[in-house]
């Protein structure tokens, strides 16, 4: 069954530094996702990707963050300088066109030290 | 605001037990309705679509009552595989062609054998 993968696993950042998260979405979806979730609280929604553009973001997404789909394949979401609040799991999701089911990733940890 | 809430929880329930949870959502433009399941540390992993004609998927029983905005999920014989924390989640269409999820904060159910 085709899975949505996620690198890495676990990233340790310090404080100011750029980091990458990659994401492979199912091959045949159109939509893409990033979510994230702070430990102990709910998941909640940063950005959605389609056409190759943002459809809609979030209040949390600031000038920090970036997304991008760079070739057929990834998905990526970049933060320009980390802070110690954004320390969180990150999600991402793909749908298929003509459905709202969405279908997530197994998650990068970020740990910002 | 856009909400949705859920039982606090935990639960605690012995192996065949039938337990049941509940949610609210405060947005009356709500498109479609889920529940997830996520195990600690994981991804949300999609469990059932809820439809407005309530549906089942073996022990599981999903209703929707757009009229109250409640939504429920009945699991039935309950298995020790079952301990998980149960999502909530709604979809509102956020404009363009894309949809984002909102999240309760989940319910812990732990089944005991």
């Known amino acids: 069954e085709p899975e949505v993968t996620q690198t890495p696993s676990h990233q340790v950042t310090q404080m100011g530094q750029e980091v990458i998260l990659r994401c492979v979405p199912i091959?045949?979806?159109?939509?893409f996702y990033w979510y994230r979730q702070i430990l102990g609280q709910k998941v909640e929604f940063l950005v959605s990707?389609?056409?190759?553009?943002?459809?809609?973001k979030s209040e949390i997404f600031d000038d920090q963050f970036s997304v991008e789909r760079p070739d057929g394949s990834n998905f990526t979401l970049k933060i320009r300088s980390t802070k110690l609040e954004d320390s969180a799991m990150y999600f991402c999701?793909?749908?298929?066109?003509?459905?709202?089911?969405?279908?997530f990733g197994p998650g990068t940890r970020l740990t910002v030290t | 605001r856009k909400e949705v809430e859920q039982d606090p929880g935990p639960f605690n329930v012995p192996e065949g037990a039938t337990v049941a949870f509940n949610c609210t959502y405060s947005?009356?433009?709500?498109?479609?309705f889920f529940w997830y399941r996520q195990d600690c540390r994981k991804e949300p992993k999609l469990l059932m679509s809820?439809?407005?004609s309530g549906n089942e998927d073996g022990r599981f029983t999903a209703q929707l009552n757009r009229a109250s905005q409640y939504i429920s999920l009945l699991i039935r014989d309950s298995k020790l595989s079952d301990s998980a924390t149960y999502l909530c989640?709604?979809?509102?269409f956020g404009g363009g062609s894309n949809y984002k999820l909102t999240f309760g904060k989940g319910t812990l159910l732990t089944v005991n054998p």
């Open positions: 999701a793909s749908t298929p066109e003509q459905s709202y089911e969405q279908y």
């Open positions: 091959s045949n979806h159109l939509y």
């Open positions: 990707f389609y056409n190759n553009e943002i459809s809609e």
């Open positions: 947005n009356s433009a709500s498109q479609s």
């Open positions: 809820v439809y407005s």
């Open positions: 989640v709604v979809n509102w």
